[in-house]
């Protein structure tokens, strides 16, 4: 199956994420062991391995921050982020001066079994949803520091991007619309102050607040925590004029029968907050 | 039961990682809806709850995030740092202007909900542990950044910390071992080179490995993946010269049985990459 | 006339400016001038005022500049930002310790000066624009640093604001069409991988490329330099299906002309490049 | 005609602005764009042009922008910072991995338009005055953040920097004055309290002020707003024992009249705020 | 005898090092005594006392590392910078909560130690100088991201400074001679490029180097190592027209010798790079 | 005499540190002299050379400055860090680009000059104690910013490390003993909250606090102040059950007496705070 490309990031946008984390493991003594055990010429050969089956991220992050200790380090990926791949599987060749590799081994490992898991997870909802004409799209819940990670980790594992931030678009929330009175209100607000080429999604609860929504002039609803049969209505009521975004329990058991109901978006916080770290090790 | 007092951050060490949230959130546009739709002069008042049982770590990390934001912001936590509180629980009462409360929400509860879930799972593994002499440490395995916030949160949860980086203490693991060629001769590198004041620990796989650590001057072992069983004969081999650690496989379904071979450190690393994050709410 | 709401900033987005700006002028040796000449316990009342007519934007900016430098300053707006005044109008009262007044007082002069110059040409050309569905917007061509407070002055001026980075959107100019090969291509591949939230725009010189775009599954089209008769069968052409900007040449002479075309946006470069300063003083 | 030698700037007094321009413009997700349409492998040549007629600065400036994108990005100079060339001139040669190069384009021109464009108009007046003895010297009205950039552009447009900040030497103004109580004990205050090799200036506005601050030890008098014939008396009563700096409504059209009273300095505020900005385009 | 006002710094100059030196201090795991043993409501109240005789300087730097920690903390200068003080002088009345004393005791008694050791040492030389019209000045010889605070620790000693950085003024030495090839083509070079408010200064080891130098239109000689006699004779060929700095070997023993020749500056690399700290303790 | 390796530090823990001071001496405007008399294509050839005896720390840092400004400078050691080298030795050749090389020549002096200033007079107390057991430790009273480079120095120098910082371990001072109340109560607090990885150190006046501490579960002692005779009844009351370490008072002169009372450690604070820089200079 040929995958779409994945849209990739640039060093800069997180070179001084992998500098933070290399000081706040180095410290003022540096790394002690390494230093006194093993000599400066030391050179060193290691594969990184994926301990169990996954969805890998990171792997030119883990390169970066191997490159930031010793340009000497040579990192061969042998395979590409967004690929699924069993236990055991090599995902790099590491090789050359034995303290940068060991030195940055835990920050490179760290980086790219967290972002790998966030890519497993949502690979686990995607495949899960099929088929079906409906995209899992990850939130704003992300580890403070590593959005951008996170949000490429979710490309990673076959998912979309929401808001990026809260300048990305109007998300119209419950305690956006007590402050306001009522949606026609919080919209005609948000629709003079913001420029028309941002969109504007309301949050709703139910049908009945779902209607009242859908006659202001928005791009897209957020269906929030309603069941399948509920939601189907909801869609129906929609009937393609916005967008469509279901939230609240979705887990890769949940995820078919929601987007079966036709909604267009799975938004999910859990991949970014809570997947659980893929491991992955250096085998020298 | 009274409660050791827990080891607090001062705000210097996590200040620059709250900027770096909110203005990651804000972006360049800033908090399009609520600047919007919320007036400048809106008032609020609402309640942090914990939607789910858990220990809470994270309230003044809380706290802090809106204080940046407005110093007008009221925030009474009605929790401490190392409560287990049930479910519906009221952490905080948060008041003030509206439009800092509502910016500021996702990165105050994305971090007390990150922190809250690694003392969870801290204080699970604690709690299956006691009466047992061993303590529950953390790992190097933290997400980059965050390393100073999720060590205090394992406190939080009733653990300890291990090493805090690199610059700690000499911990010598089998790469470090096939570069010196010998356990001896790595430590001898280590003793040599490292003040005296710094801790040296050998991880070691089996019981042979152990023998000949023990015979170098050094303080602590590391037993890596062992069984129980054969924990219990390391315990007794090494006999109260030296600290142990168990590292490996550590649940809290596993922990009592590892606990009651007599070492005196479980060491996990998932507590930090891999706990889920406990939900948390702002309630208005 | 009531005016929109203006969205406002947050100083967090603008304090490291601040501080930097602050930085630059003070060097290491500090205000020479006012530390040898006026004694530290000397207080000053003055009043900020503009020399000419103007549209003015970046007050709150002004004020923090001198609450960085003592808390003890007092700024009493008497204008808002997006006032549009005559010349010699107070701005501001400024009152307080005469050393951080004297010290502030370039930093705080010189963004207010270029922030209400750039309010004043985007009111400018909003003004000529009265009365058609048109709107102003800019573009990235901002000062390196200064982005999100170049596009509050252009809402300021009335105008609205187009992309804030290259994340913001697809912008498929001539070069990528020239890489992709065709425009159906580019599309292709730019909905393929961006999510389906993100709106996807693409430049044309003609009608016939015009006619092309439209084919696409795209949300608006650049018109890049057509005279008014050609945008005007452009506009026709388009009838409705997506969002219409014209660019290239636009001064408050050609805007109307333009503007009556039927596009829906001016997009404007030099607004926030070439904008000269408003000429604004503080008079003692 | 032979060009005084220009004084450089070093990447290490702009790297930081470059690096903050390019993530302000990136954001969080990136190039969306260029990473959709454009594949990595890609490779483009293209050429910096002037669309009209200036005086460029700012090609080192440009170049760097790629190189901190992507090391393989060549860049040509075919201009040199200070060179007057026509419109439609080539300013360099632009070659290598497409996706860095329409990257980074936009934060490239806009620095070299701008920079252009301050050399631009510190050119015009130069030109004015030529075969005077007085030289063209900018202010601290410099963009935050650019001031050594913009120093250096005026320079590049044959102009000569006056203070950088306001430690570089005492400039006493109205408001100095007015706290001090008289000329005397202002320059007294200063005398004292600053090193002697510290030049003390100070401004006047009529020759009453002239004579009584030339009785003061001063270094140069800063003549605010006279018109040339008072000018021209003001150099008479100086005599050459300090220098004599004219400001105030200093244009192309205004400048030589002014130069030909014989004063050292013509200090102009907009060259550096006001500046448009030298239209430059990339031509692929 | 009433003292020179003394040219003061803004905690802008120096918060961010403060910072610095705090985190550097506090690391990740906090002050693990301070926070362990003392109670988060314990107040203290303390002294900050000089141990040694000395000149004082950094008063209101000790004073903000307080605030930073905790704004409750209540600190009473007793002494002013400056100030000549007695062994065992209360320099300041440091009270309030104890955790944020204890913790920020080291860093504020270490740069107030550092700075008024430099201020003694200058006091020293400027002491046994004093009668002559030489000033004691000090060099670019200061510690890494220190120099504002010890320029003005200099000052508070009764110096002045010379150049703060290499853009301050010219100062043509032996290597620059030599690549320039003459003394006359060097100072055409600087007088060419800079502008003719920049000074420029020649170093000379000899009379005969002198008497070329001073052939050019220089403002300043710096005459190094030479001994008293060839000073005398230097000063007078000199004769007032430029100003004369002597360098190199110069102690509170061998400086009045060298004063006493005529020259107007003293320049003392060693009183900002080798000054012992003053003893300063806090006792509670 | 074969010297233990010497732990060194990763450009990563000081480039930040360098690049501040570059910009610190560079300011907006540059190296103006260099600038000016230098041509940019200009080479040169020179040797780092020590003026006086002195051990050698630093030759890796004075290296980095040079990269950081130019990577065609050529830098090539010809002494290492840790030796003791004679007046006039040759410690480096520099060769390369003449603008780079004299723009960084004062940084890379004054860091190499005061880190083997601290190696030298540590060496100093080190070769003092020679053949007993005790070895020569620095303090926390380091050089804000610097304390990593000190703390290498001290190495170099043949001393050991103490304390990072406060998160290092825990000592417990008179203050902190003041506040909990009895040496017995503030060992338990400190052990109640800190792991139990974690040594405890209490610094003692006279032997009667001795004797309460050595009562209490710690892992050294701080004999402060004590004069030999109670130092070396202090030891003897220790017996081995706890580091002791000695401080106050030590010099070169007093240090021998000090361990030969048989102490672990002798702390030593000035070593860092008040060492004179080594003279090194750069030969052309």
Partial sequence: MSREPLLPLHPLQYDALLRRALEEDLG?????????????????????????????????????????LDSNVRFNARAADGDVVAAGTTL???????????????????????LSGVATVTRGIVD????????????????????????YAVRAGGGSNHRFGLDDAVLIKDNHLAIAGSVEEAVRRARAAAGHLVKIE?????????????????????????????????????????????SGGITPETARAIAETGVDLLSVGWITHSAPALDVALDV
Same sequence: chains 1, 2, 3, 4, 5, 6.
Avoid at 93 to 112: K, N, S, W, Y
Avoid at 228 to 240: I, T
């Fill in 28 to 68: 003022l003594a540096g790394d002690l062991t390494t230093n006194a055990v093993v000599p400066a010429i030391e050179e060193l050969t290691g594969r990184i391995v994926a301990r169990r089956e996954g969805c890998i991220a990171g792997l030119e992050v883990a390169a970066r921050v191997f490159a930031l």
């Fill in 92 to 114: 790099a060749d590491v090789a050359g001066p034995a303290r940068a590799i060991l030195t940055g081994e835990r920050v490179a490992l760290t980086l790219l079994g967290h």
């Fill in 128 to 151: 899960a949803i099929a088929g079906t004409r409906a995209r899992v799209v990850c939130t704003r819940k992300t580890t403070p520091g590593l959005r951008a990670l996170e949000k």
């Fill in 202 to 246: 309301v949050e709703v609860d139910d049908l009945a607040q779902l209607e009242r929504a859908l006659a202001c002039p928005i791009d897209a609803v957020l269906l929030d925590n309603m069941a399948p049969p509920v939601l189907r209505q909801a869609v129906e009521l929609v009937a393609g004029r916005v967008i469509t975004e279901a």
